[in-house]
């Protein structure tokens, strides 16, 4: 292989045009896949659909930093201090946002150094499993969540007959009931659970069975995992 000298006394290898357009390529196609794994197979709450777009981006730019950048060792040194002094401010909600925007880098990385198929048989597996993870995890539809309930009753009710019959309610759908919080007002009663419910559909009856029970009640579901409030 030809190589240079330059002025520092540093060798540098030439950059290959074809070898780049061809990992560019194939990171165009891995960034793909990327942005549909996450899009099918994402659980975090900001627009999967907008996020997505930002992998092929990261993952395209970071092998051109690589390639030109294992070429000279003047331009590594040059990045390495260009990355101290640049600060990414844009702040990152869920950890799973984050490791797919470092598997993205990771490709990146592997097909700037030409590392091309260890990355593509590396990532392609990684993302399997996470498939297969996420399609195993949704064989347990258990859902923890909390349950509020606002209920303004009548001057002769009351608070443990309106207490008895909730918990009489809630223990027919969900396998676990754990009263957290209860406060008694002048006519009105505010009691929060923490649940596992078994599914969805036992939702859906539990939350039918409190509306037909008690319509003036404010009834929500606050859930971390997702799922919306009711």
């Given at each position: 292989m030809?190589?240079?000298i330059?002025?520092?006394?540093?060798?540098?290898?030439p950059?290959?045009?074809?070898?780049?357009?061809?990992?560019?390529?194939?990171?165009?196609?891995?960034?793909?896949?990327?942005?549909?794994?996450f899009?099918?197979?994402?659980?975090?709450?900001?627009?999967?659909?907008?996020?997505?777009?930002?992998?092929?981006?990261v993952?395209?730019?970071?092998?051109?930093?690589?390639?030109?950048?294992?070429?000279?060792?003047?331009?590594?040194?040059?990045?390495?201090?260009?990355?101290?002094?640049?600060?990414?401010?844009?702040?990152?909600?869920?950890?799973?946002?984050?490791?797919?925007l470092?598997?993205?880098?990771?490709?990146?990385?592997?097909?700037?150094?030409?590392?091309?198929?260890?990355?593509?048989?590396?990532?392609?597996?990684?993302?399997?499993?996470?498939?297969?993870?996420?399609?195993?995890?949704?064989?347990?539809?258990?859902?923890?969540?909390?349950?509020?309930?606002?209920w303004?009753?009548?001057?002769?009710?009351?608070?443990?007959?309106?207490?008895?019959?909730?918990?009489?309610?809630?223990?027919?759908?969900?396998?676990?009931?754990?009263?957290?919080?209860?406060?008694?007002?002048?006519?009105?009663?505010?009691?929060?659970?923490?649940?596992?419910i078994?599914?969805?559909a036992?939702?859906?009856?539990?939350?039918?069975?409190?509306?037909?029970?008690?319509?003036?009640?404010?009834?929500?579901?606050?859930?971390?995992n997702?799922?919306?409030?009711?």
């Amino acid at each position: 292989m030809t190589r240079y000298i330059n002025l520092f006394g540093s060798s540098d290898t030439p950059l290959s045009l074809t070898l780049l357009l061809f990992n560019l390529g194939i990171g165009v196609l891995l960034s793909l896949v990327i942005r549909w794994h996450f899009s099918r197979f994402g659980s975090t709450l900001s627009n999967r659909e907008e996020f997505a777009q930002v992998f092929p981006f990261v993952l395209l730019t970071t092998i051109l930093i690589i390639t030109v950048v294992k070429s000279s060792l003047a331009l590594s040194l040059g990045l390495v201090g260009a990355l101290s002094i640049v600060r990414f401010r844009t702040p990152i909600k869920e950890p799973e946002e984050l490791a797919y925007l470092f598997i993205s880098i990771s490709i990146g990385l592997g097909l700037g150094a030409n590392q091309t198929i260890p990355t593509v048989v590396a990532s392609l597996s990684i993302l399997a499993v996470m498939a297969a993870l996420k399609f195993r995890k949704t064989g347990h539809e258990n859902k923890n969540l909390f349950l509020s309930i606002d209920w303004q009753g009548k001057e002769h009710d009351r608070p443990e007959d309106f207490l008895g019959k909730i918990n009489n309610i809630i223990t027919k759908h969900a396998s676990l009931c754990d009263l957290r919080r209860f406060d008694v007002r002048s006519h009105s009663i505010e009691v929060t659970y923490f649940l596992d419910i078994r599914s969805i559909a036992e939702l859906n009856t539990l939350t039918t069975e409190l509306h037909r029970e008690f319509p003036s009640a404010g009834v929500s579901f606050i859930d971390q995992n997702r799922l919306p409030s009711i």
